[in-house]
């Protein structure tokens, strides 16, 4: 069994900043990657940034510049350090942990943009 929780969403005004955690616990093992999604009402739910095991990080054209993920292989944790909020990313943020054989998704933990 594998539990991911999501910590650090909120409500901020536009250009502010949040930064979001993910822990991963239980019976964890070979994590290929670790990854932000968003889903905002009504829309699909979109990959925000990626990193693997080897550190390559990946992320969407709509963060870029403004978003940071990293990593700690050591604790499987992973944040996403959100600067210059705009009101479009206002959703709930999901974390997911890639493991070989599936993977598992936290909660969700919502961020609202708005002033």
């Known amino acids: 069994q594998v539990q991911v929780v999501e910590s650090g969403g909120g409500l901020v005004q536009p250009g502010g900043s949040l930064r979001l955690s993910c822990a991963a616990s239980g019976s964890i093992f070979s994590i290929r990657a670790m990854a932000w999604y968003r889903q905002a009402p009504g829309k699909q739910r979109d990959l925000v940034a990626r990193?693997?095991?080897?550190?390559?990080?990946y992320y969407a054209d709509f963060v870029k510049g403004r978003f940071t993920i990293s990593r700690d292989n050591a604790k499987n944790t992973v944040s996403l350090q959100m600067n210059s909020l705009k009101p479009e990313d206002t959703a709930v943020y999901y974390c997911n942990v890639d493991m070989t054989i599936r993977g598992y998704w936290g909660q969700g933990t919502q961020v609202t943009v708005s002033s």
């Open positions: 990193i693997i095991s080897g550190g390559s990080v």
